[in-house]
């Protein structure tokens, strides 16, 4: 464990702040296989590059707003692949109506286009269901029916109370994104 706070930059960092403020050092744990341990997934959402569909991913490089997909990374947890691979399903079936953030277009911090522009995926372990968090570009007092319409296929509203519940969600949460002129 001390050799890793000393080779690894961020936890080197954490370290040394650490002893800075006459702290322990913080503990550090091997995952057992560098296979499926990732349990969190924090992604941008953009358009592809074709222009026609969604793409959920990271930023290509330094300085660049492309989104892509990354998906297929073997850290990721096999709960969070399948419950990516299934929001990624419902968001090219609602292809044209549910908009991918354009990050790269212009002043970024002020688009207004009602847009999915982030999400996070977490695995709950005891359940193995998904919590979901979409952060949503555009103003909470503007109608968002393309959010209304997500939802409503993400977590369908059961006619039947002793129907089953999803199989993929354990909660979906929506994080409002208001632009702020004040950041143009």
Do not use: M
């Not at 908009?99 to 688009?111: A, I, K």
């Not at 959010?147 to 296929?153: D, G």
Request: hydrophobic fraction near 35%; charge should be negative.
């Amino acid at each position: 464990s001390e050799d890793y706070h000393r080779k690894h930059p961020a936890v080197k960092d954490l370290a040394e702040w650490c002893r800075a403020a006459d702290r322990p050092p913080p503990e550090v744990y091997r995952t057992e296989s560098p296979i499926g341990y990732r349990t969190r997934g924090k992604v941008a959402v953009g358009p592809a590059k074709s222009g026609d569909g969604t793409v959920l991913g990271l930023f290509k490089g330094k300085n660049s707003w492309q989104v892509i997909d990354t998906n297929d990374c073997a850290a990721n947890h096999p709960r969070l692949a399948e419950a990516w691979r299934e929001l990624q399903r419902v968001l090219d079936s609602l292809r044209g109506v549910v908009l991918p953030f354009d990050h790269d277009s212009g002043d970024h911090r002020v688009l207004e286009t009602p847009s999915l522009r982030y999400v996070e995926l977490t695995v709950e372990e005891s359940t193995g269901l998904v919590q979901l968090v979409l952060v949503w570009n555009g103003s909470r007092d503007k109608p968002a029916p393309a959010l209304e319409q997500l939802l409503h296929v993400l977590w369908p509203l059961q006619a039947d109370e002793h129907a089953p519940g999803p199989e993929t969600w354990h909660s979906i949460w929506v994080h409002w994104r208001e632009p702020d002129p004040r950041l143009a």
